[in-house]
């Protein structure tokens, strides 16, 4: 019904910059929210940053000042630009939407997950 194509991760240097995209596709009604999500080895799955369709944003403490979520609704796409990155930045990164579909109740939110894309940092 969904799905989420994910791109621009990739090998970096300690204070370096990416910038990764999902672009949502499908029977989409109405995104309500979209955000990330990274997974380091040996560690929990955690929200880094999200957006909901108002524009407010929500960081988690540890990339305030150094990450930004913005979207684009024509394109239905979301984009994390992530500078000044560190070693612990390194994870998987999955990209989250809760949407509403077509034919469906307004208040009917699915979710859906990105496949995730590798963001290694190191010199």
């Known amino acids: 019904q969904v799905q989420l194509v994910e791109s621009g991760g990739g090998l970096v240097q300690p204070g370096g910059s990416l910038r990764l995209s999902c672009a949502a596709s499908g029977s989409i009604f109405s995104i309500h929210d979209m955000g990330w999500y990274r997974q380091a080895p040996g560690k929990q799955r955690e929200l880094v940053a999200s957006?909901?369709?108002?524009?407010?944003?929500t960081y988690a403490d540890s990339v305030k000042g150094r990450f930004t979520i913005s979207k684009d609704n024509a394109k239905n796409t979301v984009y994390l630009q992530m500078n000044g990155l560190k070693p612990e930045d390194t994870a998987v990164y999955y990209c989250?939407?809760?949407?509403?579909?077509?034919?469906?109740?307004?208040?009917?939110?699915?979710?859906?997950w990105g496949q995730g894309t590798q963001v290694t940092v190191s010199s």
């Open positions: 989250n939407t809760g949407v509403s579909l077509y034919g469906g109740r307004p208040n009917d939110r699915r979710r859906y």
């Open positions: 957006i909901v369709s108002s524009g407010s944003t």
